[in-house]
């Protein structure tokens, strides 16, 4: 079964350090995002991109944070400065098409901000 | 906001006992997904149904939809060890376009005793 996959699996950073977390999404999905999970709390959705841009993001997502299509395969997140509360999984997933198809979700990244 | 609160935070049972967990929501959905997540892992999609379909089977699972109550129920039969694990209700709005994404309750916790 196609997945979605996610690098690093965990990274440890220091508070104020940039960071980028990195995605390939299926290949023939159209549609991306990046959900947040801290430590016993709710998945949180973050940003969702299609064609190229930004199409929705939560209030979570401020200026320090973007998105990036770099090469047509990958999908990042950027962190500029983190803070301690960033520590967090974070996720990606993609869909092909919606409403009512299934959205498939990375294994997750754990970020630690120390 | 449309939520999804699942209920009970958490539930223990024996091997070979049904677990039945539910979700309710608060508006209008296109769909409801029940993820699963095994502790720091990723999210496993489960089964998704729509807002037009009242219950759905997929193997041990079986979900109901009761859209008058907004409320869905995730039924797991003849319950394994390896089922333990938290479970994740999430809607998507039923507005469509480039804004799809899922809104996730807190979970439940479900442990399998052998």
């Known amino acids: 079964e196609p997945e979605v996959t996610q690098t690093p699996s965990h990274q440890v950073t220091q508070m104020g350090q940039e960071v980028i977390l990195r995605c390939v999404p299926i290949?023939?999905?159209?549609?991306f995002y990046w959900y947040r999970q801290i430590l016993g709390q709710k998945v949180e959705f973050l940003v969702s991109f299609y064609n190229n841009e930004i199409s929705e993001k939560s209030e979570i997502f401020d200026d320090q944070f973007s998105v990036e299509r770099p090469d047509g395969s990958n999908f990042t997140l950027k962190i500029r400065s983190t803070k301690l509360e960033d520590s967090a999984m974070y996720f990606c997933a993609s869909i092909s098409t919606f409403p009512g198809n299934t959205i498939y979700f990375g294994e997750g990244s754990w970020l630690t901000v120390v | 906001s449309q939520q999804g609160e699942e209920d009970p935070q958490a539930l223990s049972i024996q091997e070979g006992e049904n677990a039945t967990m539910n979700c309710s929501y608060k508006t209008s959905i296109n769909n409801l997904q029940w993820y699963r997540q095994n502790s720091g892992r990723g999210l496993v999609h489960l089964i998704l149904?729509?807002?037009?379909?009242r219950e759905k089977h997929s193997g041990r699972l079986r979900v109901t939809l009761d859209t008058s109550k907004k409320s869905s129920s995730l039924l797991i039969t003849a319950s394994r060890a390896a089922d333990t694990a938290s479970y994740f209700c999430?809607?998507?709005?039923?507005?469509?376009?480039?804004?799809?994404?899922?809104?996730f309750g807190k979970g439940t916790l479900l442990t399998v005793n052998p």
């Open positions: 290949s023939n999905h159209l549609y």
């Open positions: 999430a809607t998507s709005g039923s507005s469509g376009g480039s804004n799809y994404k899922l809104t």
């Open positions: 149904i729509r807002s037009n379909e």
